[in-house]
């Protein structure tokens, strides 16, 4: 109770003193209002007009700031409308742009894709990822044997074109609602898918060599898979069985290729075999003529002997005279075995001489050619093969006379054939190998006449050599 009158009182408090602040302000606005008519009563008519006109101009004055700032918005606004066309049209531009630039991307990313799957075949050429030993699929005897095969092959290519039977393709196309227009769109579009396969294939196999032809079939697949992806929607592809065709005719081409060239390879070795015939013919014919010159010689010198022994002469020049004769015979006997070493030479083909010859300026340290020739002075094969084919002249390490040459030489080849430079054409006859394992080799034909000689002399390329480092010495002077 005590509390609910001390909390009256506290209310009425403030109701007093609230109701004397109010009180003081309605005194002080009728103060004012008093000075305002006290003030209007004591001005003159011509200060009230000059008052009033004031007001006025302070009111057009405002009027005109609002005017002014009515226009102002009023222009900030078409400002604005402007800004946002121009954004909006630049937004449009940007899209449109933006469309136009993911279908760039698209094309892009696609030739991207073709050219990444170039690039992986040509890394397949350049990296010859199955260079091993290429194994014929045909094997054939001689190129004219695969040339009537590749023109069979290609004879059934031909007729399966026309027959259609290269392709899978519906019939049951329509053009404008007519089934003849449908079949010639179709026919077309056989055409069209054939001959694009076809060209592309015969560009392809006419480049095809030992190093790329995995990466050529490889392509032919690619553009096979293509071509069918591309007509997929016309129902229309390329079959399997003529594919596999293709296919056939990128070996035979190839294996067609390379056994021409191991036929004119064959043919190059037969031909500079009949020369080394042909010239050992003649050194032989020249030789018999020699021999048998000095022979004829030889017995007119014993005619002339024999006559002066008729004669009237002492005991001691007879002695002298039948010596002289003896050894005229003797001379005879030697040229005789010399002339049957001829005939022996002639009758028998695998007498000859097996060379070991190197070429440091042409081919650099431990590289040889181990070779054989029939020629009678063995000097002038090495001679011709030190022709303008080589930068600088053979140097000669062993000589090895043999009537079974063609044997030892296979023999020797043989033997070194791990250390063969060309593994694939063994008519090449280079081994890199030292030396020191040729000699030991050649001490195994302790029967056979060898003249043997371990360094090089190598003149031409040691003073090339040397010249060029004197020139070089001069520049630096």
């Excluded at 302070?58 to 002014?68: A, G, H, I, N, P």
């Excluded at 001689?142 to 039977?165: A, F, H």
């Excluded at 030479?345 to 007498?351: L, Q, T």
Aim: charged letters at 40%.
């Amino acid at each position: 109770m005590e509390i609910l009158l001390v909390l009256l009182v506290i209310l009425g408090v403030i109701y007093i003193f609230k109701l004397k602040k109010d009180l003081k302000k309605s005194e002080e606005e009728l103060e004012n209002h008093k000075n305002l008519e006290r003030t209007f009563e004591q001005m003159t008519f011509i200060e009230l007009e000059e008052k009033i006109e004031d007001k006025k101009n302070e009111l057009s004055d405002t009027e005109k700031q609002r005017q002014k700032i009515i226009d102002d918005n009023q222009k900030l606004h078409e400002n604005k409308k402007k800004e946002i066309s121009k954004i909006e049209s630049e937004r449009d531009r940007l899209i449109d742009k933006n469309q136009k630039l993911a279908k760039e991307k698209k094309r892009k990313e696609e030739e991207v894709n073709v050219l990444k799957e170039a690039i992986d075949i040509l890394k397949e050429d350049v990296e010859l990822q199955e260079f091993g030993i290429y194994k014929p699929k045909f094997d054939f005897a001689n190129s004219l044997i695969y040339k009537d095969k590749l023109k069979s092959l290609r004879d059934v290519q031909k007729e399966m074109v026309k027959n259609k039977t290269a392709v899978l393709y519906s019939n049951n196309w329509t053009v404008d609602g007519s089934k003849s227009k449908g079949k010639k769109m179709m026919n077309n579009n056989i055409k069209q898918i054939l001959r694009s396969f076809n060209n592309e294939c015969d560009v392809l196999i006419g480049k095809v060599t030992y190093k790329n032809i995995d990466s050529i079939k490889n392509r032919i697949q690619k553009i096979y898979d293509q071509l069918n992806k591309l007509n997929e929607t016309q129902a229309l592809s390329i079959t399997p069985s003529y594919l596999e065709l293709k296919f056939n005719e990128l070996y035979l081409a190839f294996e067609y290729a390379r056994k021409k060239e191991e036929e004119k390879e064959a043919l190059r070795q037969q031909r500079e075999k009949e020369r080394e015939e042909k010239a050992l013919q003649k050194e032989i014919n020249d030789k018999k003529k020699a021999v048998d010159k000095d022979i004829k010689h030889y017995n007119n010198l014993i005619e002339i002997l024999m006559e002066k022994i008729t004669q009237d002469i002492s005991e001691e020049e007879r002695k002298s005279i039948e010596e002289e004769i003896a050894n005229i015979k003797n001379n005879i006997d030697n040229k005789e075995k010399e002339k049957e070493e001829l005939d022996y030479r002639e009758a028998h083909s695998s007498a000859g001489y097996v060379y070991i010859i190197s070429n440091i300026g042409a081919f650099g340290e431990k590289v040889v050619k181990i070779g054989v020739t029939r020629r009678l002075d063995p000097i002038e094969r090495i001679k011709e093969l030190s022709s303008a084919s080589v930068p600088f002249t053979y140097d000669v390490h062993a000589l090895i006379f043999s009537y079974e040459a063609y044997d030892l030489e296979a023999e020797l080849h043989q033997y070194f054939d791990e250390f063969r430079l060309n593994k694939v054409n063994t008519r090449k006859e280079f081994f890199k190998v030292s030396i020191d394992q040729i000699e030991d080799k050649l001490k195994e034909y302790g029967d056979l006449t060898i003249d043997f000689k371990r360094t090089a002399d190598a003149e031409e390329y040691r003073e090339s050599l040397a010249m060029g480092k004197g020139k070089a010495v001069n520049n630096m002077v």
